[in-house]
């Protein structure tokens, strides 16, 4: 596939996931974190034009110049922005002129590539792919956040991203040794993937399959979310606060438990593989039974053993910078090296994860208390 036949099929993608949506859906903001469909797909177009077109293709023309406040995310030396909690807010422009947008800059961008661009260029256009593969999971899991608020649990789609079941059962046993961390191909990767270095492990065993619905509703009946001693302090001054009392999107009536998927209320499968969990939850499981969650380096050293790719798995390693790691020159070095404070790895990916943008290198990371990614929990002792 070449570079413009990539991002042509990205940017549909992103449109063919708004499809199901009525007009109605493109501005809510439920809350801070989970932005609205339009600013998803302004965004990720405001990335294209921002840092490529107004930098490298002559004569281009700014398609607004009140869009940069409205879509900057969170890069500070491109100039002030909208506050991210008021993004529902957007109600002009409207969806209509933000789709002219995208296809006003789609235009410049098929025309740049088209142009033999600068291998510089070529580097930005493909982070900017990986960038708008993230925003299509982001827009999948903030869409879920909001439509669950609504009282009539609406479907949106018929894949419901969330019964995949395990096909492995088990331990896979790890042997003590030096193992090397870290990207080190020749094709994309985020720059928290590198430097490329090596670790010491000491003997491990990892499970080959993710907690299920079904156990974790186990540790809901023998009073886990009560019992403190399971829990971070942290973890439990958050389950206080927040009466946090099962998975997100989870409700218990008569003696069932059901589930809001995107594709409705629908009862909950428990040989299906656990999600909606923070790391808080998954750390209370772990040590309620018996077990712990793996290093994100345990789990890299593990994962050509494993099968991976229906959840984001927490693992119990903080996002610190790998040795020797350096921030890139410019705005795009505000994408990971800022974010390395109060924050925890994930590895793998999720059914939400757009194809081919995840690696067993890959270092997600959210705060400890994110319930609304596709989260889920793989065991190590």
Known sequence: MTLLEHYTHTRQYTEAL????HIEDYTPQSVAFASPPKWHIAHTTWFFETMILK????????????????????YNSLGERIERHNRGLITRPSTEEVYAYRAHVDKHMVQLLNANPSPEVCELVTLGIHHEQQHQELLITDLKYTFSLNPTYPKFSDKDYTNATNTVSGWHTMAEGIYNIGYRGNN???DNELQPHRVFLEPYSISKHLVTNGDFITFIEAGGYNNPAYWLDAGWAWLQTHAVTHPLYWKHTE????HYTLSGLKPINANAILCHISFFEAAAYAAWAGYRLPTEFEWEAASPHLEWGNRWEWTNSAYLPYPKFKITEG???EYNGKFMMNQMVLRGASTATSKNHSRTTYRNFFPAETQWQFSGIRLAK
Do not use: I
Not at 18 to 21: A, Q, R
Not at 55 to 74: G, K, M, V
């Open 18 to 21: 708004c499809k199901p949506l």
């Open 331 to 333: 705005a795009v070095g």
């Open 255 to 258: 003696a069932t438990w059901q």
């Open 188 to 190: 994309f990767c985020f």
């Open 55 to 74: 930098e490298y293709a002559a004569n281009y023309t700014e398609f607004d110049a009140a869009f940069p406040f409205l879509f900057n995310s969170y």
